[in-house]
């Protein structure tokens, strides 16, 4: 299994730039594809931005161009810098890690999420 730590959410104004990190505690298999996920209380939550295990990336539209997905294998970790913030940026953002599992295969993870918000 594993647990997903979500950190850096928080308050910043329009212009401005936040790094969101989800750390990732695996007990049992590897970590394959990551994710961050946003969603506004009433709309769907939308993909923001994924990685592969080979690290090929990519990105909801109105983020290209203003926030980086990345990830650092030694220490578990997917990281999201957005710049050049929003206010239509604010949302609950959420971390998704598949894990490969024994006999079980790809299975899905998710963290709780961290506050994102985003006005002068």
């Known amino acids: 299994q594993v647990q997903l730590v979500e950190s850096g959410g928080g308050l910043v104004q329009p212009g401005g730039s936040l790094r969101l990190s989800c750390a990732a505690s695996?007990?049992?298999?590897?970590?394959?594809?990551m994710a961050w996920y946003r969603q506004v209380p009433g709309n769907q939550r939308e993909l923001v931005a994924g990685?592969?295990?080979?690290?090929?990336?990519d990105y909801a539209e109105s983020v290209k161009g203003r926030f980086t997905i990345s990830r650092d294998t030694a220490k578990n970790t997917v990281y999201l810098q957005m710049n050049n913030l929003r206010p239509e940026d604010t949302a609950v953002y959420s971390c998704?890690?598949?894990?490969?599992?024994?006999?079980?295969?790809?299975?899905?993870?998710w963290g709780k999420g961290t506050l994102v918000t985003v006005s002068s």
């Open positions: 998704k890690v598949d894990l490969i599992r024994p006999i079980l295969g790809v299975v899905g993870y």
């Open positions: 695996v007990s049992t298999g590897s970590i394959y594809d």
């Open positions: 990685i592969s295990s080979g690290g090929t990336t």
